[in-house]
């Protein structure tokens, strides 16, 4: 794996690709085009972290929901990788176009976020802008990041630090347990296993400082999430 991220030779933006999805990595790289390198590769958020460390590229590509870590995805990546100073960023490149998973990329350090529909002309042209200090957002995505950050800064930090915490998957876990569905109800529900239910909800409880279901549903009503 090269650990030169300059590309002196082409002048190239070099660039890591994260994602859990071997064929999408495949066909991400061949879409590119030349001005854009991939460097280096990950399937989960330990790799991630390590790889980002390792090559410290430019530009890091990154899917919002990964497998490891602590459950937190592509969000979890990025705050991991704040000792890095910033020399590193973060473009989210996702299926999701949800509302919730694009302010919470931003909020995490991501200086942009398209979805896969993307074409591979506009994906390197996305690096190129990244890796130049700009921000970049598909079209529709970008209203997100506006509302959710011209709003008062109090009212967001109030109304959405806590839920932030838990990735897309744990919070659709979340609210169907503290609806009251049994493990198995959830994981026929979401069509994951009973023991990735278990690992999610340890997670949640974690990451919200309650011990016990009966508390993550109080915790939910009292925010109207159930």
Same mark, same amino acid.
Request: aromatic content about 4%; hydrophobic content about 45%; glycine content about 10%.
């Given at each position: ?30 879409? #590119?085009?030349?001005? %854009? !390198?991939? /460097?280096?590769?990950? @399937?989960? *958020?330990? $790799? ?6 390792? +090559? ?66 506009? #994906?390197?042209?996305? %690096? !190129?802008? /990244?890796?130049?200090? @700009?921000? *970049?957002? $598909? ?6 990041? +506006? ?80």
């Amino acid at each position: 794996m090269s650990t030169d991220t300059t590309g002196p030779s082409t002048g190239a933006v070099d660039v890591v690709l994260v994602d859990d999805h071997h064929l999408f990595r495949t066909g991400v790289k061949a879409s #590119l085009d030349a001005g %854009v !390198r991939v /460097v280096g590769e990950a @399937d989960d *958020v330990e $790799s991630a972290v390590r790889v980002v460390h390792e +090559l410290q590229p430019p530009v890091v590509l990154l899917d919002v929901h990964l497998p490891g870590g602590d459950g937190g995805g592509g969000a979890e990546v990025i705050r991991r990788c704040a000792d890095l100073g910033g020399t590193t960023r973060f473009l989210a490149l996702s299926v999701s176009d949800a509302a919730e998973d694009v302010v919470a990329t931003i909020r995490s350090g991501a200086r942009g976020y398209v979805t896969k529909a993307i074409d591979g002309g506009e #994906l390197s042209d996305a %690096v !190129r802008r /990244v890796a130049g200090g @700009d921000a *970049v957002f $598909s079209p529709r995505l970008a209203g997100f990041v +506006l509302d959710a950050f011209g709003a008062a800064a109090g009212d967001v930090a109030t109304g959405d630090d806590e839920l932030d915490r838990l990735s897309a998957r744990e919070r659709e876990v979340m609210r169907l347990i503290a609806r009251g569905y049994t493990y198995r109800e959830v994981a026929s529900e979401l069509f994951i296993s009973v023991k990735t239910v278990e690992t999610h909800v340890s997670a949640v409880l974690r990451k919200l400082q309650l011990s016990s279901r009966h508390e993550l549903t109080r915790w939910a009503a009292a925010r109207r999430l159930l």
